[in-house]
């Protein structure tokens, strides 16, 4: 059993992956039932279409913080970072898809004076 962090936006996810079936659970609770989106899915599913690791490797994910999107990109993360402790061989290939690299964007943070970060108050004439 291999374990690796992954982050995006504000969540963590903490992976544990071992040699199996190809069954995932995400906070003790089915990886469908949990994303219920496709699209989140097949973004959780890219790294392991990659490394072709679909049905040969279990997979039991922590996930914390943020939102579903953020979340998916965090699992994303850690489970290709896992895969290549297990199989170092992978590591060209998922490298050179960028899943082992962090997207560090973040939301900006707002400034005094605006709405938002950027956006400013509505301007009145009168």
Known sequence: MVYSTGRRKE?????W??????LITVNKKKFED????????MIINQPLEAAKKTDSIDIKIT???????????AVKHGVSRAIVKID????????????LTRDSRTVERKKYGR??????????KR
């Open 11 to 15: 969540s963590i996810a903490k992976v």
């Open 17 to 22: 992956v071992s040699s199996g079936t190809g």
């Open 34 to 41: 949990y994303f219920k989106d496709n699209a989140l899915r």
């Open 63 to 73: 996930v914390l913080g943020g939102g579903m999107s953020g979340q998916a990109g």
């Open 88 to 99: 170092p061989n992978t590591k060209d290939v998922l490298k050179k898809g960028g899943f």
């Open 115 to 124: 709405a938002k970060a950027r956006r400013s108050f509505q301007f009145s």
